[in-house]
């Protein structure tokens, strides 16, 4: 059986892991993501993401340097975003050693590059990270890029089949208007791209207890739930919210004695 | 000595990473020249990886630009171990019906087909492998096992009996592991499955220097 996967997430600015309280304000030190890549690796995680956050604004590609020894401390899938632009983009970080390469800003720029990626490397390292937000007016959930700085006026649930057909393999799911509140993740918004989509779903933004994780692989159908603060600040832990959700009749893959 | 071939399409290094972390010296072969130069210099190859992301059809017009296909071919032949990982896996097979139909090497016998919609496309995650058939290769992995996959594609093994080690995914039992004589392969990848996938990469370190 293919379990439900928990994922680490880490924000890397200036070399550095950051959380921030939403998007845009905040940001906390949470450490050397080389070291904690290592840690978590070894506490059970069953993947990591790492997203430099400034790359897309300042123009650049994520740090390769940090993407190369972060690879090469860890045994388990990594996935890397920020400020990818092109395929020769995407070929330099699996070069560096990512498994899976997320793109949210270029992709909705270019959707061709989706495709060419997915061509070129295979829809299993093609990520599309979509960053979601409740819009009032249209009454639906809007596609946000830049950081979630700037509406597209696109609906979710349609760029996400979108992607789909261009060949994204996974989509990395952000609600916006939830990340950083830890009240738990957008589940209405989950299940609705979950359902609508036939490549996994990473659930996004608003873990804060371990219940939330469980409540987003059952009733979100979530794939697989992301998060970043409550492990970065020793709120629960990989262990504690694999054996919440595994007690609670959720599959995860179960590494402790 | 393990030669890890690549035409110039994967990612390498995590697999040399990993077969490194297992205390296996690595050599990486990009063509036919550099395999020769490496037999010529007498450097002894125990063994030989074919590791792959991307599509079939591509890999194996890599793999026959490179001049790769009668290495693999002769390595099968006389004995040496040769261990296909992931699509490395799949080009081990007869055939594939991705973006089409591409002839494989035929070292193994089946063919690769795509996953019904009745279930979410890509394969990716952690399932848990059942041990069909006990292997050296599959030495100290044990029931609730978990290894990472990630593909679109699974064989469908003409003859069960190739079929090591194998994963439910909905209603489908996808081969995890194959192997006929010297000839290996894993669907997942091993080199990114934490302690499990490097048992497995330990394993056929060990096979290789049994050879």
Redesign the interface.
């Known amino acids: 059986m293919l379990i439900k996967r928990i994922i680490p997430c880490f924000d890397v600015l200036d070399g550095r892991v950051v959380k921030h309280v939403g998007f845009l304000h905040d940001r906390r030190d949470a450490g050397d993501p080389v070291e904690l890549a290592k840690i978590y690796s070894d506490a059970g995680a069953d993947e990591l993401v790492l997203l430099d956050i400034s790359a897309s604004e300042q123009g650049r590609l994520a740090t390769r340097r940090v993407v190369e020894e972060v690879a090469a401390q860890t045994n388990i899938p990594l996935t890397v975003g920020g400020g990818v632009s092109s395929v020769d983009d995407v070929r330099s970080l699996l070069l560096a050693g990512a498994d899976k390469v997320s793109m949210n800003t270029s992709a909705v720029r270019n959707p061709s590059l989706v495709k060419e990626a997915a061509h070129r490397f295979g829809e299993q390292c093609v990520v599309v990270a979509i960053d979601a937000n409740l819009n009032q007016t249209m009454g639906e959930y809007e596609v946000m890029i830049q950081g979630g700085k700037v509406g597209t006026g696109m609906d979710v649930i349609e760029w996400a089949r979108r992607v789909e057909k261009l060949g994204a393999g996974e989509i990395l799911l952000t609600s916006f208007h939830q990340d950083g509140t830890r009240d738990g993740y957008d589940i209405q918004l989950t299940r609705s791209v979950a359902t609508a989509v036939n490549v996994p779903v990473i659930a996004s933004g608003g873990a804060g207890r371990k219940e939330h994780f469980y409540t987003v692989l059952t009733e979100g159908r979530a794939d697989a739930a992301l998060a970043a603060s409550v492990f970065h600040f020793a709120e629960t832990s990989i262990r504690d919210v694999k054996a919440h959700v595994r007690q609670r009749g959720v599959p995860v893959r179960w590494i402790y004695q | 000595m393990i030669a890890i071939l690549d035409p110039g399409v994967g990612?390498l290094?995590?697999v040399t990473?990993?077969f490194q972390?297992v205390g296996a010296q690595t050599v990486v072969v990009p063509d036919a020249a550099a395999w020769k130069a490496l037999i010529a210099a007498g450097d002894e190859v125990q063994g030989v990886v074919l590791p792959g992301?991307?599509?079939f059809g591509d890999a194996m017009f890599q793999l026959r630009a490179a001049g790769l296909i009668p290495i693999l071919r002769q390595v099968a032949r006389e004995g040496r171990p040769l261990f296909g990982i992931c699509?490395g896996m799949q080009l081990l097979f007869g055939s594939s019906q991705e973006h089409g139909r591409y002839m494989g090497l035929g070292l193994l016998p089946g063919e690769v087909v795509r996953f019904r919609?009745d279930v979410?496309?890509?394969?990716?995650?952690?399932?848990?492998l059942d041990v069909v058939r006990p292997h050296p290769l599959l030495r100290d992995i044990r029931v609730?096992d978990?290894v990472?996959?990630?593909?679109?594609y699974y064989v469908e093994a003409k003859q069960r009996d190739c079929v090591l080690a194998a994963a439910?995914?909905g209603s489908i039992s996808v081969p995890g592991v194959v192997g006929q004589g010297n000839v290996l392969g894993a669907q997942f990848?091993p080199?990114?499955?934490?302690?499990v996938?490097?048992r497995i990469l330990h394993n056929f370190v060990a096979i290789c220097e049994d050879w």
Do not use: I, Q
């Open positions: 990612n290094k995590s990473k990993g972390r992301v991307g599509a699509l919609d979410k496309v890509p394969h990716m995650g952690w399932n848990d609730g978990y990472y996959f990630v593909h679109s439910t995914y990848h080199e990114k499955s934490g302690d996938g490097e």
